[in-house]
């Protein structure tokens, strides 16, 4: 294979999932299902926390930007993913991989800050619960949202940037379903140090920030709730809090299961695991866990269906 820049390789190969190919056309159902209940899911707490005036809160302001995240999160990957299982040509274009790299560093980057965010929200709402609405308002919330798009779009395109300065092969052909940042930096003919080293700093710093935001504040709402230890206090917070801490363990706990444990499947393998639990898996069992372990969007849920179904009553 000769050398060249990106002004000569066209496209890339993607290998796909390493799937025996009797079994394409169940994983193809199964994906295709798991994607569009991701999207609906998602969209739907999307339209709840519009229309219903008592989801206008803080949390909800959040949770609305993370479905959004969500949905946009497997939406670069899955279409794309299902195609090249019903399609023999699985290339996929220069731009279009440098694009899938940018989107998916960008929405699992706010993932991160979004969840941390809503833990800060959680912290406010059981430890100063008389100062809320102070802390909390709506410019507060609105800069914080902003701030992890802007901390998402400046990370994504700091990585983007230097991906795109990488020479590649002709036919260079990536080990993946999609073209991952890890995947597309070994697939580079050049020595992708630099590239590494800020994946490890950035990405650590990423990852290690928000987890410590979100542990601290879910530490300190212990503290101060075992100082003066009661049924109904506890209750109270496991209600206020479980949705989040639900998402928070199934998207940290994905992570620490795939790379921080022992596997017997090679790095490769591991790779796509996880990002198949990333990119299809986590993302659709979000609304599910918020609509079964939240009343106030059961409420909204069914105000929604008794409005629809309100005319064939008369």
């Not at 706010?110 to 008389?130: G, K, N, Q, T």
């Not at 639900?246 to 591991?270: H, N, R």
Request: glycine fraction near 6%; aromatic fraction near 10%; charge should be positive.
């Amino acid at each position: 294979m000769r050398p060249g820049n990106q002004s000569s390789v066209s496209e890339f190969l993607l290998l796909g999932l390493p799937v025996p190919p009797e079994q394409q056309g169940v994983l193809f159902a199964l994906f295709l299902g798991m994607y569009l209940t991701t999207v609906l899911g998602n969209l739907l707490i999307v339209l709840l926390v519009r229309l219903d005036s008592r989801l206008h809160t803080p949390m909800y302001f959040f949770l609305s930007h993370l479905a959004l995240s969500d949905v946009s999160f497997a939406s670069i990957t899955v279409p794309k993913m299902l195609t090249n299982m019903q399609s023999q040509c699985r290339s996929i274009t220069y731009s279009g991989c440098i694009s899938q790299v940018y989107f998916f560093v960008l929405f699992g980057s706010l993932d991160s800050f979004l969840l941390a965010v809503m833990a800060y929200d959680r912290y406010v709402a059981i430890c100063h619960p008389l100062h809320y609405t102070t802390v909390m308002r709506d410019e507060v919330c609105i800069l914080l949202v902003v701030g992890c798009w802007l901390s998402s779009c400046a990370q994504a395109l700091l990585h983007t940037l230097l991906a795109n300065q990488l020479p590649f092969c002709a036919g260079t052909t990536i080990p993946h379903f999609f073209c991952d940042l890890a995947a597309v930096l070994k697939s580079s003919c050049s020595d992708t140090s630099l590239n590494d080293l800020l994946i490890l700093i950035v990405g650590g710093l990423v990852f290690i920030l928000p987890l410590s935001m979100i542990l601290g504040s879910y530490i300190r709402m212990a503290v101060i709730i075992l100082k003066v230890p009661s049924l109904k206090r506890i209750s109270k917070a496991l209600s206020t809090c479980g949705s989040h801490l639900s998402v928070v363990l199934l998207y940290y706990g994905t992570i620490a299961g795939v790379y921080y444990f022992p596997s017997s499947a090679d790095s490769k393998d591991k790779d796509m695991i996880a990002s198949v639990m990333y990119t299809v898996v986590t993302p659709m069992l979000n609304p599910f866990i918020y609509s079964l372990r939240n009343n106030d969007v059961k409420r909204a849920l069914q105000k929604i269906f008794r409005a629809k179904g309100s005319p064939w009553c008369h």
